[in-house]
């Protein structure tokens, strides 16, 4: 199993940065407009990825377990057949004067093209969750930055 990991410091109150994880309608403001579901754990949420034009690029689902302003943690249930098995975690610490975001998409049973155009995709949205927290406005899709001819 391989996993994607990456780090980043938001300069944000811990609980600022945990609601825009822990909410139906945080995500919807940095990771995809089309979010829907519970917030709550043991809810489920669904969100799906739609292209500049509206078209569908992807759909998923996933579990949500939550730590409340320590982590959220998503089983994927449905979705891309490389994300099925995988888990994404979101572990939250303060330092200094950053709230510290340890990310993770692990259990991946191997490291396939689309596993790097995922690491690469979710390191532009947490780049979108640190401009939400920061400043009010996220990039979620459909308009996230686009990296390749998969998004």
């Known amino acids: 199993m391989v996993d994607i990991i990456h780090r980043i410091g938001i300069k944000a109150p811990l609980?600022?940065?945990?609601?825009?994880?822990?909410?139906?309608?945080?995500?919807?403001?940095?990771?995809?407009?089309?979010?829907?579901?519970?917030?709550?754990?043991?809810?489920?949420?669904?969100?799906?990825?739609?292209?500049?034009?509206?078209?569908?690029?992807?759909?998923?689902?996933?579990?949500?377990?939550?730590?409340?302003?320590?982590?959220?943690?998503?089983?994927?249930?449905?979705?891309?057949?490389?994300?099925?098995?995988?888990?994404?975690?979101?572990?939250?610490?303060?330092?200094?004067?950053?709230?510290?975001?340890?990310f993770g998409h692990k259990n991946w049973k191997e490291p396939v093209e689309f596993m790097a155009h995922c690491s690469m995709k979710w390191a532009t949205f947490l780049l979108s969750l640190k401009e939400l927290v920061e400043t009010g406005k996220g990039k979620p899709a459909p308009e996230d930055l686009k990296i390749d001819n998969w998004n």
């Not at 994880?21 to 995809?32: F, H, I, S």
């Not at 500049?52 to 759909?59: H, I, V």
């Open 15 to 102: 609980a600022d940065v945990y609601k825009a994880l822990a909410t139906v309608e945080g995500v919807a403001n940095w990771w995809t407009k089309d979010t829907t579901g519970e917030s709550k754990s043991g809810g489920t949420v669904q969100v799906l990825f739609r292209n500049p034009a509206g078209g569908e690029r992807g759909r998923m689902q996933f579990e949500v377990t939550l730590d409340p302003n320590q982590e959220v943690h998503w089983r994927i249930k449905s979705g891309p057949e490389e994300w099925l098995g995988t888990n994404v975690s979101f572990r939250l610490y303060r330092a200094d004067e950053y709230t510290m975001l340890l």
